[in-house]
């Protein structure tokens, strides 16, 4: 019994001595997942979610519509190719921006791609000042009107691309959504403790712009030679901002004179717009590209006869019949909000058909790259441009006759 006792405990000893000169490796790497408590989490959401009808929306039918079939149908203004605003509310600067380099193209100046977010970057640093003067009270959003480029390129010049991007290395896309947040809690913030102070305010915003989108520069170099922005605009662009108007056509307000286009993303409250009858409204956007000109629309883009697959944009009758497109069916829309200022973008060309004009439409919103024919760009019904488009910058050189109507009255 003693050596049975003896045995085992020796036997014991060994295995704890054993055990203990033990060296086991480990490896370090992501926690593991228990795949099957994932499988019941997710099946449970399935069960558990409120079932959603799909989306309807009554759309125009296009399948019998005589619209264009290719971009070889129209008459194009050369511009620079369509690029995407991304994940921002800036299509005013895009488009217009895009405007301003068809312009360098005219003139003698190809390959000139500007900077939008150096645009953008001081139309916020303008924005926040207003909301200063104005204590709150004015509009601070992601949007603007196409004049706004014009106001911001008198002042500080214009840059190219290469120069100020305003994205991170190697982001695809633009993005605003965490810059404009956090402008916008820092706004709501001053307006909360009523810190009016001006150039805090201003300092604070750039700060933020700076971080997000990057310092805008302040001289470029362009073969060799270092200029300012101001330089850069019109020496290698050649873009003079005092040759450029904007046009409305509202029955609201006085025709053939200046007045106010009462949006809020005309948050300084421009009185710079002329504001003439429909039909020469209509008249001098076809006559403009029939010179070689293009130019810069605003307006709205939520009808029922768009079609992004198929990248038209066309005035259906059961809306509202071609003949019957006047003044009022113009200003009943703007003023009952069917009609909103919510996008703007580029005319480059133009088609005539046996349906009328079709307007070739450059585009950076999301919208115009879904189609597989035309990426970048829409085909526009002139009976769209009468009802929903409100408002169209261009050279004054295309528009002489109706700036000298305006002159006499």
């Known amino acids: 019994m003693k050596k049975t006792v003896l045995f085992c405990l020796m036997v ?7 055990a203990q000169d033990r060296k086991d490796a480990a490896t370090y790497n992501e926690a593991p997942k228990n795949s099957f408590y994932e499988l019941i989490k997710a099946d449970n959401a399935k069960f558990f979610k409120p ?13 019998n519509q005589d619209i264009p079939k290719s971009l070889s149908e129209f008459t194009i203004i050369a511009s620079e190719k369509p690029v995407s605003q ?62 706004a480029v014009q106001r911001v390129m008198k002042e500080h010049g214009a840059v190219p691309y290469a120069a100020y991007t305003g994205q991170k290395e190697g982001q695809p896309y633009p993005d605003h ?47 060799g030679r270092s ?3 101001m330089q850069y605009l019109s020496d290698v662009a050649g873009i003079n901002p005092g040759d450029y108007v904007t046009f409305m056509s509202l029955r609201s307000e006085p025709y053939w004179t200046k007045a106010e ?18 039909n020469d409204f209509s008249r001098l956007i076809k006559n403009a590209l029939s010179k070689g000109y293009s130019i810069s629309i ?49 005319i480059v060309g133009w088609a005539q058909r ?12 999301s919208g115009g790259h879904v189609n597989d024919t035309h990426k970048g760009y829409w085909y526009m019904h002139e009976d769209y441009v009468k009802l929903k488009m409100m408002t169209a910058t261009v050279n004054k050189a295309a528009v002489k006759d109706v700036l000298q109507k305006l002159a006499s009255k």
Request: hydrophobic share 30%.
């Open 12 to 18: 014991a000893t060994a295995a704890t001595v054993g």
């Open 51 to 63: 079932k959603e009808e799909p989306k309807r929306r009554l759309t125009l039918d296009y399948s």
């Open 86 to 147: 991304g994940s921002t509310g800036t299509c005013w600067c895009y488009s217009t921006t895009s405007f301003y380099e068809s312009e360098a193209i005219r003139k003698g100046h190809p390959g000139i791609t500007l900077s939008k977010m150096y645009t953008v970057y001081w139309e916020y640093v303008d924005k926040a000042k207003e909301y200063v003067r104005s204590r709150g009270t004015s509009t601070f959003g992601e949007g603007s009107e196409t004049n």
């Open 177 to 223: 959504s965490k810059l404009f947040g956090e402008m916008e809690r820092y706004l709501k913030s001053v307006k909360a403790s009523n810190a009016w102070n001006t150039d805090e305010v201003v300092a604070t915003i750039k700060d933020i712009l700076d971080h997000y989108l990057g310092t805008p520069p302040r001289s470029v170099n362009y073969k």
């Open 227 to 229: 200029m300012s922005p």
């Open 261 to 278: 286009y009462k949006v809020p993303d005309n948050w300084w409250h421009s009185k710079d717009y002329y504001n003439v009858p429909l």
């Open 298 to 346: 605003g307006g709205d883009v939520s009808e029922s006869g768009i079609d992004m697959q198929r990248g038209i944009m066309m005035v259906p009758s059961y809306d509202i019949p071609s003949s019957y497109i006047d003044e009022n069916a113009r200003l009943l829309r703007f003023l009952n909000g069917a009609t909103t200022d919510d996008h703007a973008m580029h």
């Open 354 to 365: 046996d349906n009328g004009i079709w307007y070739l439409v450059k585009d950076s919103g």
